[in-house]
Each structure stands twice: as structure tokens, then as C-alpha cells.
């Protein structure tokens, strides 16, 4: 049993067998957020798609109050670790086995600045993961554009979670191509309606989707469980 956590914009945990990890933690600051930090349960790691502040958000200090690994690519880890997080670094295509599960790291298209990089020596290229735990797994994209190399997930992933906001990432048209793509059982939407830039309608993605998946739109604050 998976459970899924939405907790604004792009933020999520994921929870089995008494292990919790949360993505792209940008609590502080985030106006669609449900939570604060000093309410959000102790995770077991962090794990980033890239370094925009609404997404690194508050991996440095969670990260540090909970004993947790940041899981991230090379150069974000290392600016992680830098600011006194423990790390674990990875890079596009690389996989590694932890006590709470598997992650992959998948590509994505989007920029590589990190918040708080001030020399500007860490930047680095975001991506996707593709997370099993529990013995499911789930795909969060990340900030990506529609990318071919998507396919290569068809069929292998229970969970989606897709960006549908346009301007910075993928817009409904793309995120249901995405869903075709990648063939999830359950698709979740996300980075959406957090600022006005990026407003979208959930139910119009979830009517596009069709019967292509299992549309399970949530609030801030919601849980999808699965098994």
C-alpha cells in the first residue's frame, strides 16, 4: 500500500512499510501550500528534481532537522552537502537502491540554476524520478516539456505525477501526450494554479485524458492511496 501526499505545486510524499519521503519540498513561501516545515513529519530523504526555489524549497532544512538524504543529481547534491546536508548524489539514467526503495533519475527539459548558488558552481540539469516503494512505482516529471524519451516508461509506472501549468513546463495539450506516452495506471496533475502564470483546469486535463488513466485530482492537503 502506496499512499500519496499532495502538498502544493509540486510537492509530494510518498508513503509504505512505515518509510516517508518527500519531493521537491517547497513549503515556505509556496501560497498553495497545506503545511508548514515545522509541521511536516519526519521523512526518511528528500529527493529533488532540480534547484528553482519552488522546488529546492526547504530540502536544506528538513533535510538537516530530520537526518535525512537529499537525493539528488551530482552538482545539486554537492550544493546540498555544501550547506550541510547529508547527500546522496546520482545523474541521469543512474538508479540506487535505499532502505526506503528505488529511484531512477529520467530526463527532463527545463533550466539548471540552483537557488542560493551565488558563484553560480553548481548548476545542474534537472530530471524526473521514478521512485519505487512499496513495490510500486511513481513518476514524478519534474519541470520538463513533452520529451520523446517519456516512451521509454510505457507501461512501467503505476503512479504519474505531471505538470499541466504551461509557461514554465508542459500545458494540458502536452501533459496528455505525456499520459499516452508513458501509459500510467493513475495519473496525478500538478504545478498548477500555485501563481496566475501558471493557471490551468485540472478537469479539462482529466476529460482530455480520457480513459487513457485514472485521473485522481487533489487538493493540498489530499492523499491517493494505491496498491
Do not use: W
Amino acid at each position: 500500500m502506496v499512499t500519496i501526499t499532495f502538498h502544493g505545486h509540486a510537492c509530494f510524499t510518498l508513503e509504505a512499510d512505515g518509510r516517508r519521503v518527500i519531493i521537491d519540498p517547497f513549503l515556505t513561501g509556496n501560497p498553495a501550500a497545506d503545511i508548514p516545515v515545522d509541521r511536516l513529519p519526519k521523512v526518511d530523504a528528500v529527493l529533488l528534481s532540480h534547484g528553482h526555489g519552488d522546488h529546492l524549497g526547504d530540502a536544506i532544512p528538513i533535510a538537516k532537522r530530520d537526518g535525512a538524504t537529499v537525493v539528488a543529481t551530482f552538482e545539486l547534491a554537492a550544493f546540498c552537502a555544501s550547506q550541510g546536508a547529508a547527500s546522496h548524489a546520482m545523474h541521469i539514467g543512474g538508479g540506487h537502491r535505499f532502505p526506503f526503495g528505488h529511484v531512477k533519475l529520467v530526463p527532463a527539459f527545463h533550466g539548471g540554476r540552483v537557488e542560493g548558488d551565488t558563484a553560480g558552481q553548481f548548476t545542474t540539469s534537472p530530471c524526473g524520478l521514478v521512485v519505487t516503494i512499496g513495490g510500486k512505482s511513481v513518476y514524478h516529471c519534474g519541470d520538463t516539456a513533452l520529451t520523446l524519451e517519456m516512451q521509454l516508461l510505457s507501461g512501467r509506472v503505476d503512479t504519474m505525477l505531471v505538470p499541466i501549468g504551461d509557461n514554465y513546463t508542459m500545458g494540458i495539450e502536452d501533459a496528455v501526450r505525456a499520459v499516452e506516452f508513458v501509459r500510467p495506471r493513475t495519473v496525478i496533475p500538478m504545478h498548477y494554479n500555485t501563481f496566475d502564470v501558471i493557471r490551468a483546469d485540472p478537469g479539462q486535463f482529466k476529460r482530455q485524458v480520457g480513459d487513457r488513466a485514472q485521473v485522481v485530482v487533489l487538493a493540498p492537503g489530499q492523499t491517493h492511496t494505491f496498491s
